[in-house]
């Protein structure tokens, strides 16, 4: 790997994308629960196992134009073809949904057992949190292999 892969994966798909993903989820923690009082913990379970897996699978649909347009515009380095693994011949929706589904089980179903009712102060934060935790496991893993589907097609 070159350089510019480690930059890629270190700095775009797991800082950057943890501060998006937190940014991104408080709000929309904040749009869905203002005006309320408190958070029920079953809604704050739903809404961890759902954040497990569409995270993923939307940003595999995002990462994978954005990597494919920095890896045509010589930006981002090709990888060499023996670097490619299989999972990067699957459709980007394919290896969100696979990543959204072991993310969904392996991290969000365990962690109901601790589910909780929460205020809404508390919410937003544990959603904007936990939504970066996500991404910094996701992000980098679709990241790389939308840089192994780009240097295969461009």
């Known amino acids: 790997m070159k350089r510019e892969h480690y930059k890629f994966l270190i700095a775009d798909e797991l800082l950057i994308a ?7 989820n408080a709000g929309i923690a904040w749009f869905f629960t203002r005006g309320r009082a408190s958070v029920p913990a079953s809604s704050v379970a739903g809404d961890t196992i759902a ?3 569409v995270l993923p699978v939307l940003t595999a649909l995002v990462a994978w134009p954005l990597v494919h347009v920095q890896v045509a515009r010589g930006k981002l380095p090709h ?6 693994g299989a ?3 699957r459709h980007a929706i394919v290896r ?5 589904i072991a993310m969904a089980l392996v991290v969000a179903l365990p962690s109901l057992h601790f589910a909780t009712a929460l205020t809404v102060k508390q919410f937003i ?4 949190a936990i939504a970066a935790g ?5 992000t980098p893993l ?9 240097s295969r097609t461009t």
Not at 125 to 128: D, T
Not at 134 to 138: E, K, Q, R, S
């Open 79 to 84: 990888l060499l073809p023996e670097q490619c």
């Open 51 to 53: 954040t497990a897996f």
């Open 142 to 150: 679709l990241g790389w292999w939308a840089l192994q589907a780009s």
């Open 134 to 138: 996500f991404g910094m496991v996701a």
């Open 87 to 89: 999972w990067s011949r």
């Open 18 to 24: 943890a501060v998006v993903n937190f940014f991104l």
């Open 125 to 128: 934060w544990a959603k904007a």
């Open 96 to 100: 969100g949904i696979a990543v959204g």
